[in-house]
Nanobody, 120 residues
Framework: QVQLVESGGGLVQAGGSLRLACAASGSIFSSNTMGWYRQVPGKQRELVATIIGSGGTNYAYFVKGRFTISRDNTRNTMYLQMNSLKPEDSASYYC??????????????WGKGTLVTVSS
């Protein structure tokens, strides 16, 4: 069964922190490079951070130094620790394989995402 379940979003004041979690089915997680994406209504989804199977990471410039991506391969789980949050970080956050999303029958598969709202 293919599954991506994001959690941990919420409302936080600017400067605050949140920790997102992603539970993935083994068929997706495995040894794949995984990533966190985010999307604001009316805009394209953008890749925020990636992590390879052995733990190497990469970050978009707009979150570098504030966000930390990690993964637990024994639990098929990935995390995104978000610190020093800014109002412009407000978005729905999604996890998936990276740099391209997992596909099922030729169609991109996405979970429902988790909403992060940062108030000023």
């Amino acid at each position: 069964q293919v599954q991506l379940v994001e959690s941990g979003g919420g409302l936080v004041q600017a400067g605050g922190s949140l920790r997102l979690a992603c539970a993935a089915s083994g068929s997706i997680f495995s040894s794949n490079t995984m990533g966190w994406y985010r999307q604001v209504p009316g805009k394209q989804r953008e890749l925020v951070a990636t992590i390879i199977g052995s733990g190497g990471t990469n970050y978009a410039y707009f979150v570098k130094g504030r966000f930390t991506i990690s993964r637990d391969n024994t639990r098929n789980t990935m995390y995104l620790q978000m610190n020093s949050l800014k109002p412009e970080d407000s978005a729905s956050y999604y996890c998936n394989t990276a740099p391209r999303p997992f596909r099922v029958n030729g169609v991109d598969y996405w979970g429902k995402g988790t909403l992060v709202t940062v108030s000023s």
